[in-house]
């Protein structure tokens, strides 16, 4: 077996060391894991669809600050054909949630989600893709 080596923020361990205990996972390393092969098993089947039209959403919290809200703000006016809504809303004094709904070609909407999860500061992020295909009747 490979060992490798992390840099993760010490709440974020804190974190997942607590989600992990609850779950029943013996140590990092059985946690780490299964959360790879999920993460594996979640893009790879995916990849069939690249070239499929797509209503997606995306569901993430994060911390509210000017940089990221700054950041945000350009994507969206950069992807303004492919988001078709957006909902911003405080859950708690400093803690945002915000939602896209986009449409478009699925690798192409790959691209907005990627730049998105890569925003630091960016805490929970999850997305949902429904494929639409034409009916003829």
């Known amino acids: 077996m490979t060992v490798i080596s992390l840099s993760i923020e010490s709440q974020l361990l ?18 780490v894991r299964s959360a790879m092969r999920e993460f594996i098993h979640q893009y790879e089947e995916p990849q069939l669809f690249q070239e499929k039209m797509v ?7 994060y911390h509210d600050s000017k940089q990221i ?15 078709k809504e957006k909902l911003h809303r405080h859950m708690f004094e400093d803690i945002c949630f915000e939602m896209f709904i986009l449409r478009g070609i699925k690798k192409e909407t790959d691209q907005l989600v990627g730049i998105i999860r890569a925003i630091r500061g960016i805490e929970s992020f999850h997305t949902y893709s429904v494929y639409l295909e034409k009916h003829q009747h």
Request: aromatic residues 10%; proline residues 0%; without cysteine.
């Open 14 to 31: 804190s974190r997942f060391d607590a989600v992990l205990k609850t779950e029943g996972f013996g140590n990092r390393s059985e946690a």
């Open 55 to 61: 209503e997606r959403s995306i569901v993430f919290t």
């Open 69 to 83: 809200r700054s950041k945000l703000n350009t994507i969206q006016h950069d992807f303004r054909d492919m988001i």
